[in-house]
């Protein structure tokens, strides 16, 4: 479980940003959010090759 201490003094504001950015670094929100709706194989196989396609061109070029 991600956790973020709180210095004394320290705003809850960048608490809260702290701990959002440890989350996204770790990947939760993105799991997150790919979990919210189920999705078929098929769609997951189309999705994962749209984006090595993606990718390989962004790196070629």
Request: hydrophobic residues 35%.
């Amino acid at each position: 479980m991600t956790s973020v201490k709180v210095r004394p003094g320290e705003s809850i504001d960048k608490a809260l940003r702290a701990l959002k950015k440890r989350l996204d670094k770790e990947g939760v929100m993105k799991a997150v959010k790919a979990h919210r709706f189920y999705s078929k194989p098929s769609v997951k196989k189309r999705a994962k090759s749209k984006a090595a396609l993606k990718y390989k061109k962004q790196r070629y070029f």
